[in-house]
């Protein structure tokens, strides 16, 4: 009786360390969700600046395209076409969907190629 009450002791103490440190060396569950929901943000916040960016130049392109003179010919030098305002001064509309002046000196006669 006491060898049997000895080795149940001796099993059960031996079953409760393995489980604790089984328990030692996983991450909570909390920290693998905070750590996906941060990339998840990032990715979202990435993507709706691009979205943004792209709106934003579509947007701007086609206001210049009614209010504005395109400036047959020539290109900026990014290969963007240039247009003239009622200040006559010369400029494109960039990705982000800003209007970039330029002098006359910048202005290509051939579109950039890439």
């Known amino acids: 009786m006491k060898n049997t009450f000895k080795i149940a002791l001796l099993s059960a103490g031996l079953f409760a360390a393995s489980q604790s440190f089984a328990q030692e060396h996983h991450e909570p569950v909390t920290k693998k969700v905070g750590h996906a929901a941060e990339d998840v943000g990032h990715a979202t916040s990435t993507a709706a ?43 494109y509309v960039d990705k982000r969907g800003h209007y970039q002046y330029l002098k006359k000196a910048q202005l290509r006669n051939k579109p950039y190629k890439h």
């Open 49 to 91: 600046t691009a979205v943004g960016h792209k709106t934003s130049e579509v947007a701007v392109k086609g206001v210049v395209a009614v209010a504005d003179k395109r400036y047959d010919g020539h290109w900026a030098p990014t290969g963007e076409n240039v247009y003239i305002d009622k200040h006559s001064r010369y400029f």
